[in-house]
Nanobody
Framework: QVQLVESGGGLVQAGGSLRLSCAAS????????MGWYRQAPGKQRELVAV???????NYADSVKGRFTISGDSAKNTVYLQMNSLKPEDTAVYYC?????????WGKGTLVTVSS
């Protein structure tokens, strides 16, 4: 089993910044990727950003140029630096990780951007 714990969410004004962290622990032998998804009220969960073990990175078009994903393999932690936040970024942000053939999810952290 792998546990993912997100932190760093909160309330911020539009134009502000937040940094989310996701720490993985447990039976980690080979993490293939770690990423961030978000789910706004009444909407489907959507990909925000993902980083692979080979440091390939993908972003959703809506966050390109504003969000930056990075990883610390020694700490099994992935970060999401979010700048120039907009009210439409308000959502619960979930971390996920692919370990061998299984994808694990954290419980999420709420980000609220006020206008």
């Amino acid at each position: 089993q792998v546990q993912l714990v997100e932190s760093g969410g909160g309330l911020v004004q539009a134009g502000g910044s937040l940094r989310l962290s996701c720490a993985a622990s447990g039976s980690i032998f080979s993490i293939n990727f770690m990423g961030w998804y978000r789910q706004a009220p009444g909407k489907q969960r959507e990909l925000v950003a993902v980083i692979t073990s080979g440091d390939r990175i993908n972003y959703a078009d809506s966050v390109k140029g504003r969000f930056t994903i990075s990883g610390d393999s020694a700490k099994n932690t992935v970060y999401l630096q979010m700048n120039s936040l907009k009210p439409e970024d308000t959502a619960v942000y979930y971390c996920n990780a692919g370990v061998r053939t299984t994808t694990y999810w954290g419980k999420g952290t709420l980000v609220t951007v006020s206008s």
